[in-house]
């Protein structure tokens, strides 16, 4: 059935947000929630996958995205099929309603620095899903998406420790915890979720 909503979509011109095969929906960069591990260990990067994978109520792990979730098997949702694979893909509900894909990539620090983890809706995905840009600006901007990802990363902190979540369009590597060292920017073209004594602080974009 799934399988035939698809193709009706794709033979009368519509584009599906949820759609693996679409190619559009793959397209542009990606609006992220950009979380620093606070470690280069395996079982740390795990707790955090798991935990977003959980508070974000991923629907499925595949690795592929030439084929639907109903045209491959599922894969692990693991930090070696992140190593095998390099991404992983599933599909997740907006706070507007609309189902979209999602993926999740893992940037390894090595012995020098962090890890990330990096969960991002693709902005091809968002456009067909007609979620709205913020006009006048070089980059995309939405304070819907910003402020689902913000709830998305205070759910897994309450889970698994982190040492910084940055939220926004292309935001991976763009600052780190150390940098920051606990002060949050004045003046922020990007989301922040900075852990603070008792709890984690949200420093939405403002400029």
Known sequence: MAELLLSVLHDQGMSNPAAFRDRSNWSGGYYELAIEVGSTADADLQALL????????????????????????????????????????????????????CGCVAIRGGDDSSDWLDFYIPDGALDNAGVAQWDGRPFFRSAVMDDWLASIGT???DRVRFSLGVIGWEVSGCTDAATLAGRLPQERSIGYLLPREGGLQYGAAND
């Open 155 to 157: 759910a897994v902190f």
């Open 50 to 101: 798991s935990a977003v994978w959980s508070a974000a109520e991923v629907r499925g792990s595949f690795a592929f995205t030439d084929r639907e979730p109903e045209e491959q098997e599922p894969v692990p949702c693991t930090v070696a099929s992140l190593a095998e694979y390099g991404h992983l893909h599933g599909r997740v509900r907006l706070p507007t309603g609309r189902l979209i894909v």
